[in-house]
């Protein structure tokens, strides 16, 4: 999560199981400034991926929600989306549901001589080490101090 993390954990918590009701995953909630203008972002799956239906059906539930509880003072703009094909790895949950797969890691700074590795997801610790293994079968763990990002990577 970005932005607001008291804001975006309160949001989480109030809309997630609208979501999981309507049978869908949130992946991960923003409450973000650009601008002038603020943003409450909900990134949301199901197998197969949503569409642009799926998006407008869960953001009329949503914008239920959110007009009974009121929990956001300032006016804003609310976006459903989907997490995209290049889905971003934040819960220790994402990491058990896509173990094996191909991800790719940026760095804050390089290690290997490199601040970007692809490999294969093959382990994910409580203290948030990330191992993969690359295509010529080396292991590489980095710690979470210095992961700027992991995603799943985008194959052609």
Request: with cysteine; hydrophobic share 35%; proline share 4%.
């Amino acid at each position: 999560m970005s932005g607001s993390s008291n804001t975006e954990k309160r949001l989480e918590e109030m809309l997630k199981p609208v979501v999981e009701r309507m049978g869908y995953e949130m992946v991960d909630i923003e409450f973000v400034k650009e601008g002038p203008n603020w943003y409450l972002r909900a990134f949301v799956d199901k197998d197969g991926g949503v569409t642009i239906d799926d998006c407008e059906l869960i953001s009329k539930e949503l914008e239920k929600v959110l007009d009974e509880n009121d929990p956001i003072e300032q006016a804003y703009f609310l976006e459903i989306s989907s997490p995209g094909i290049d889905r971003p790895l934040k819960k220790k949950e994402d990491f058990i549901k896509f173990n094996g797969e191909t991800v790719d890691v940026k760095l804050y700074r390089p290690i290997e001589g490199s601040k970007e590795h692809r490999g294969k997801l093959v382990d994910f610790s409580e203290d948030g080490t990330v191992t993969i293994e690359t295509d010529d079968d080396k292991k590489l763990s980095f710690e979470k101090k210095d992961i700027a990002g992991v995603r799943l990577a985008v194959i052609f």
